[in-house]
């Protein structure tokens, strides 16, 4: 804290403001915050399990022997360095086997099976207006920069001649000459600008209802005539495929149009480069510096790169994370942690409840759906009940490329068997250590993985308002998600249907409105705000999460369950308000906040930190905060939804 700054006029300083002063960003890192600190909290624990587990022994289970072997492939420098670019050379090879565009359409299979989105992107999920079972999506995709505003806008015009440079560089480990370089990188952003111009915005992105568009397979053969979809599919292993869901219509018809208007060659080029880029975080030193060069330093700003070690264990938890998950649950996830969760979760759903239940702008048809859905809401806390078994992918100690290859086919093909069947509504899609957690509106349900119940979100030695006004707000920001402007689409089974009377959808908008003003007004860099429309949800989120959260702490005090007494001079009420605020400590570097304020849904943390509390009345009681303060928002442009 700062408390020589008064509270009134800049709370988040208040809070944090000798933390920001006394932590700069470390070299290997792009950002430094709270959520930092408990990842880094977390990976020591990783780092513990990934030693024990490399160490070969008899005595290592199925899990343990993956996650060592996995682990021993990542820092063998000496093998990776042998092998150079050699591991991805088979791939480029039947690239330039390709001999036109139908069949350069097919490839795209190879790409899409290692969940890599060249092209376009494809998965399976629950049908957004069947929740019951499973669906394919094609999305729009195929871009290897963060956004189509870095290949569209003028802003980020230094970034497409790094990038072009980048890529020159990057032929060049493949043998080709300066001058077959220079052309074949021109070649490659002139592909991806032209995916570019057929992509939707980002906030265009999020919004369900214009983004479902059911296709049989005969209507996608009449609506994009020049890529083979039943050869796709069935390559893919679903020719029995029947609908499909396009996300982005207009994207798939520039698609289609660049199959006819482009020469083969292009794609083969674009092609070698994805395959190329995929790879190169798994390839020699030299790749890995060029690649850290431009991806890591030049876009986002990181000086150096992480330890071996670190990004050893996120390319673990991302392929095989419920092998390392059930590890760490094991060693670091203990009963009674789980317990005092359910504990918070209840309190939280107990406050929500009510709310819906007597809000007054809401007409009581609305009402009666938003409490059934309410009614039909599950929350899943640590992990899941029954593992993942990843006993069908081959590990080899020596092959980092191909396990990384393998189990992403492994889980791609997983996914892509269920389409058309039940819903398993026991998958969680976060691993157990995880900082991190999620909502899915078309399950109606919350998660919150083992990793994020941790200091300083979930303290077992802290007291109430200090965990309420951290993990409490997290659970109150995930159940309100389901009531944001777009989980207010779901129903209570989880499919997409208007469940709302006109006016009440009319006055959740006008409401929705105000704190997509508020926010938009952020300045978080020189003429460059944050984006209202696309962290609209989440900005809602945050402001439920902090109102309820606080109402369930106040329950507490005024049944006895939590003493109402001060602490180091501090009310409980104050040290929510606190807590909640130093959750969102952040420093980050000027490269990341650019790209995260271009693509991210989430605003950066000093606006999450005080963004909810200037709509706040009870926050304005506890600091005496008065009106006209930088603080409190008049009630003109107060914000009250849930």
């Known amino acids: 804290m700062m408390p020589g700054v008064d509270p009134a006029r800049d709370f988040y300083r208040f809070a944090t403001g000798n933390w920001l002063r006394h932590n700069p960003i470390p070299a ?37 022997q993956r996650v060592g072997d996995f682990y021993r492939s990542s820092l063998d420098w000496k093998e990776r360095d042998r092998k150079g670019v050699s591991p991805v050379l088979p791939d480029i090879e039947r690239i330039r086997r390709i001999d036109s565009s139908r069949g350069a359409a097919r490839f795209l299979v190879h790409f899409h099976e290692v969940g890599d989105a060249t092209g376009f992107a494809v998965r399976s999920a629950p049908d957004w207006k069947d929740s019951s079972r499973y669906i394919l999506y094609l999305n729009q995709g195929g871009l290897s920069l963060p956004d189509r505003e870095y290949y569209l806008s003028d802003r980020f015009s230094k970034i497409r001649k790094g990038y072009q440079r980048h890529l020159q560089r ?79 219509p207009e994207f798939f018809s520039g698609f289609d149009q660049l199959l006819v208007d482009l020469e083969v060659d292009a794609w083969k080029t674009y092609f070698s480069w994805r395959a190329f880029h995929g790879a190169a975080p798994y390839l020699d030193h030299a790749v890995f510096r060029e690649n850290f060069d431009f991806f890591q330093r030049k876009l986002i700003g990181q000086k150096k790169p992480k330890p071996d070690w670190r990004d050893a264990a996120q390319t673990i938890d991302r392929l095989i994370g419920e092998d390392l998950g059930e590890i760490y649950v094991r060693k670091h996830f203990p009963p009674e942690a789980r317990l005092r969760m359910q504990e918070l979760v209840r309190d939280l759903q107990d406050v929500f409840r009510d709310r819906l239940a007597g809000i007054p702008w809401m007409s009581e048809p609305t009402r009666r759906e938003a409490l059934k859905k309410f009614r039909r809401f599950t929350p899943k806390i640590g992990y899941p009940d029954k593992f993942r078994d990843y006993s069908g992918v081959q590990i080899d100690a020596q092959d ?8 992403a086919q492994q889980e791609f093909r997983r996914r892509l068997r269920r389409v058309g069947k039940t819903v398993d509504r026991t998958e969680w899609l976060m691993t157990p250590p995880t900082v991190n957690a999620y909502f899915s509106p078309s399950l109606n349900e919350i998660v919150f993985p083992a990793g994020i119940l941790q200091p300083p979100f979930f303290d077992m030695e802290m007291d109430d308002a200090v965990n309420y006004g951290a993990i409490g707000v997290v659970i109150g920001h995930e159940m309100t998600h389901g009531y944001d402007d777009q989980g207010r689409k779901f129903d209570a089974e989880g499919n997409l249907r208007d469940w709302w009377v006109k006016g009440d959808a009319q006055e959740f908008e006008r409401r929705s409105r105000r704190i997509e003003r508020q926010y938009s007004s952020y300045e978080p860099l020189p003429k460059l705000h944050v984006n209202g429309k696309l962290t609209k949800g989440e900005n809602i989120a945050d402001l439920g999460g902090v109102s309820i959260a606080f109402e369930a702490l106040e329950r507490r005090i005024r049944t006895g369950r939590t003493p109402g007494t001060k602490i180091e001079g501090y009310t409980p009420q104050q040290r929510f308000f606190l807590a909640y605020a130093q959750t969102w400590r952040e420093k980050m570097r000027p490269e990341l906040l650019r790209q ?47």
Not at 54 to 62: F, T, W
């Open 28 to 64: 290997d890192k792009t950002r430094w915050a709270g959520f930092d600190e408990l990842l880094e909290r977390n990976f020591r624990l990783l780092h513990s399990i990934l030693d024990e587990a490399s160490a070969p022994s008899a005595r290592r289970s199925g899990s343990e």
């Open 170 to 248: 990057m032929f060049r480990f493949l043998n080709e000459t300066e001058t077959d370089a220079r052309r074949d990188a021109r070649t490659v952003l002139d592909l991806e600008t032209a995916l570019a111009r057929s992509s939707r915005k980002r906030e265009d992105l999020r919004d369900p209802l214009t983004n479902y568009h059911l296709f049989s397979p005969a209507s996608l053969a009449r609506s994009y005539p020049h890529f083979p979809w039943k050869e796709y599919f069935s390559d893919l292993g679903n020719p029995g495929l029947g609908k499909a869901v396009i996300g982005q």
């Open 596 to 642: 995260l304020l271009t693509t991210d849904p989430h605003s950066p943390g000093p606006c999450r930190g005080v963004g909810p509390l200037v709509n706040f009345p009870p926050f304005w009681k506890a600091f005496d905060i008065a009106p006209g303060t930088p603080m409190r928002l008049p009630e003109s442009r107060r914000t009250r939804i849930w």
């Open 400 to 407: 980092l490329l191909g396990n990384v290859v393998r189990s």
